[in-house]
C-alpha cells in the first residue's frame, strides 16, 4: 500500500504528477482559502504524512490528531507555526524549504527597501489618483540607497544574499547575529556589530531573524528609539519579531522616516490595521518567495521531503 500524504492546499497537478507512484494524495480543494481547522484534525487522522504552509498551526493538538504521522513538511524556510520540539519529541520529521527561496526573497526584501525609500507606491498612487499635474524640484522625493549604511539583523542565508545586493550599490554593509559571519566579512566587506549600535548606525534596517522566544518582539520601543530619525526600517521575516504598537507610534511621531512590511503579527492583516493607513509605509501580503518559478521548487521539495522519508531515506532539508 501506498502512503498517505494529505495536502493542505491545492496544488497544480502537473507538479503532483511525477509523485503518483509514491503516494496516494489527499488535497484541499481550494487555491486561496485555508483548509478549517476542524477538517485539517479530521483528514490527517490516518495519513503518513502532511505538506503544509505557514497558516496551518502544527501544534499539540494537530499531532494527537495524527497518530500515523512521520513527516510534516512546510511550504516555508520559516518554521515558528509548528512545534518542533514536541514533533521529533513524537518521532515526526520536520522539512523546510530553504535555498531553493533565497534569491527570489532576497530580491523582494531589496525591493522593498528600494519602493519605501523612493516612495514608489506612494507615487503610483499619485498618478492614479489624478493629483499629477506638473513636475517640480522636490516631488516625492525620497532617500538615497546607494551609499547608504545598511543594517541587516539576521544574517542567514537571504541576510547574506540580501548583503550582496547592498554591495552592488556601493553600500555599506553592518550585520547582527549570535555567531559572526567570517566569509561575509571577507567577501562582502559586512561589519558585525551589537544590536544597538546597529541601530544607531544604519540607515536602513533590514530584519531577516527568525521567529522565536529570543526575537519576539525584538523592534520595540526601545530598539525604534536607537534608530536615526531618518531610518527606514525592513521587515521581511515574520511580523511577531516587531511591537507594531511601538512601530506606528515610531512612525507617526517621525522617531524613524518609513517602513517596508512585507509580514505583520496577524496575518492577514486587516485594511483598518493602523500600520496600512501610514503613507510612510509600504505594506506587501507576505509574498518574500513569491516569484512562480520559486513556489513551484519548494512545493517540489515538500514533495521530494515526503517522498525521501515515507520510503524510510533521510530527509532533504530537515529542521534540526
Ligand atoms: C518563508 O519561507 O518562511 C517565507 O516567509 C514564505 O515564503
Redesign the pocket.
Given at each position: 500500500m501506498k502512503p498517505v500524504i494529505y495536502i493542505t492546499r491545492k496544488i497544480p497537478e502537473t507538479i503532483l504528477q511525477p509523485y503518483q507512484d509514491a503516494f496516494e494524495f489527499r488535497m484541499w480543494e481550494k487555491e486561496n482559502e485555508p483548509v478549517p481547522r476542524d477538517v485539517l484534525l479530521r483528514e490527517i487522522t490516518s495519513v503518513d504524512g502532511v505538506f503544509c504552509l505557514?497558516s496551518e498551526k502544527v501544534d499539540r493538538e494537530f499531532l494527537d490528531a495524527a497518530s500515523n504521522l512521520k513527516i510534516v513538511a512546510n511550504?516555508?524556510?520559516?518554521?515558528d507555526n509548528i512545534d518542533v520540539e514536541e514533533a521529533h519529541n513524537r518521532g515526526v520529521t520536520v522539512t523546510?524549504?530553504p535555498d531553493v527561496?533565497t534569491e527570489t526573497?532576497a530580491d523582494l526584501t531589496f525591493g522593498l527597501m528600494m519602493a519605501t525609500a523612493r516612495r514608489m507606491v506612494e507615487a503610483s498612487d499619485y498618478i492614479r489618483d489624478g493629483n499629477w499635474k506638473y513636475w517640480s524640484p522636490y516631488l516625492l522625493a525620497g532617500s538615497d540607497i546607494h551609499h547608504k549604511t545598511i543594517g541587516i539583523v539576521g544574517m542567514g542565508r537571504i541576510g547574506e544574499a540580501v548583503a550582496r545586493r547592498a554591495k552592488g550599490f556601493g553600500m555599506s554593509i553592518l550585520y547582527h547575529t549570535r555567531t559572526r559571519k567570517e566569509e561575509a566579512e571577507q567577501e562582502l566587506g559586512a561589519v558585525h556589530r551589537g544590536f544597538t549600535e546597529l541601530l544607531h548606525e544604519a540607515d536602513f534596517v533590514v530584519s531577516l531573524v527568525p521567529l522565536n522566544n529570543e526575537t519576539a518582539k525584538m523592534f520595540n520601543e526601545e530598539a525604534f528609539k536607537h534608530m536615526k530619525s531618518s531610518a527606514i526600517f525592513v521587515n521581511?521575516?515574520?511580523g511577531g519579531v516587531v511591537d507594531e504598537d511601538a512601530l506606528v507610534e515610531a512612525l507617526t511621531v517621525n522617531e524613524i522616516q518609513g517602513a517596508g512590511l512585507?509580514?505583520f503579527a496577524n496575518e492577514p492583516i486587516s485594511p483598518e490595521h493602523p500600520l496600512v493607513g501610514l503613507d510612510n509605509v509600504v505594506c506587501l501580503p507576505?509574498i518574500?518567495?513569491?516569484s512562480a518559478d520559486t513556489r513551484t521548487k519548494?512545493i517540489e521539495l515538500c514533495l521530494d521531503n515526503l517522498r525521501a522519508v515515507l520510503s524510510g531515506k533521510d530527509a532533504i532539508t530537515p529542521v534540526r
Open positions: 505557514l511550504m516555508a524556510v520559516g518554521y523546510n524549504t527561496l526573497t521581511a521575516s515574520r512585507d509580514v507576505h518574500g518567495s513569491a519548494m
